[in-house]
């Protein structure tokens, strides 16, 4: 277990605080013991804050397949739902920034060089250098996309979105943007669906014409499923 100094007070100034930073292990206890040590750190710097949220998204998917609410509760009982669901948002928000999953936020998270990144967020923002994520590889340039955001969180400005160049896309580009946007759809879903005041929120019209089309989608879905099994596609 290592530990490093590192905290965001105001744009450009670093003041330390302590961050831990234990090897992690495949298993949802190990996860949930670093989520714990970055909540009682969340109020000393943004990092440890956001690095709680990535993993509680990280530790639901681990259990997405079971009782994953109820084993957030069993394994941080000081902490409320409405708490625990708040990182949980900006862990969201942050992954969303850099278009990853949680888990592999997460795994770049604890392998970030806290000194380097204090020593880039002092900098004057005309002299930080960006990490490259062209003409890198694949997992370079992704824990090089989660360390420019957390230098940009860091310094207490907000990454600019990066402009597409415009050209066509292929069949296979637009089936897999089809897949990711419907991926966070589901996730947006389930978050929705988890929350009790994001239905106390709505008035009866506003159920009701939700409820019609997510009717409409369901059977939309279900005839599609329908016509691939009739048609033996997988």
């Not at 930073?21 to 440890?48: H, S, W, Y």
């Not at 000081?78 to 708040?86: E, I, N, V």
């Not at 062209?134 to 996309?145: D, I, M, Q």
């Not at 940009?152 to 415009?166: D, I, N, V, Y």
């Amino acid at each position: 277990m290592s530990k490093n100094q590192a905290k965001s007070k105001g744009k450009g100034e670093v003041v330390p605080v302590e961050v831990v930073t234990p090897v992690v292990m495949p298993d949802d206890k190990a996860i949930a013991a670093q989520i714990a040590e970055d909540i009682r750190n969340a109020e000393l710097g943004a990092f440890c804050r956001v690095r709680a949220g990535v993993g509680l998204c990280n530790f639901r998917d681990m259990n997405a397949h079971g009782m994953w609410e109820a084993r957030m509760i069993e394994m941080f009982p000081g902490k409320s739902r409405s708490t625990l669901f708040r990182y949980m948002q900006q862990g969201r928000k942050f992954c969303e920034q850099v278009s990853l999953a949680a888990g592999r936020v997460y795994d770049k998270m604890m392998r970030v060089d806290v000194k380097a990144l204090q020593a880039q967020a002092a900098l004057p923002a005309d002299q930080r250098k960006a990490l490259p994520v062209r003409g890198v590889a694949k997992a370079e340039a992704e824990g090089n996309r989660v360390m420019n955001a957390l230098v940009l969180m860091a310094a207490g400005e907000r990454p600019e979105a990066e402009k597409p160049k415009a050209k066509p896309l292929t069949a296979s580009e637009k089936a897999a943007a089809w897949r990711d946007y419907t991926a966070k759809l589901a996730d947006n879903l389930r978050d929705w669906s988890d929350n009790p005041l994001t239905w106390k929120a709505l008035e009866t019209d506003d159920l009701e014409k939700f409820r019609a089309e997510l009717v409409l989608v369901t059977g939309l879905v279900k005839d599609e499923l329908r016509s691939r099994e009739e048609n033996a596609v997988r």
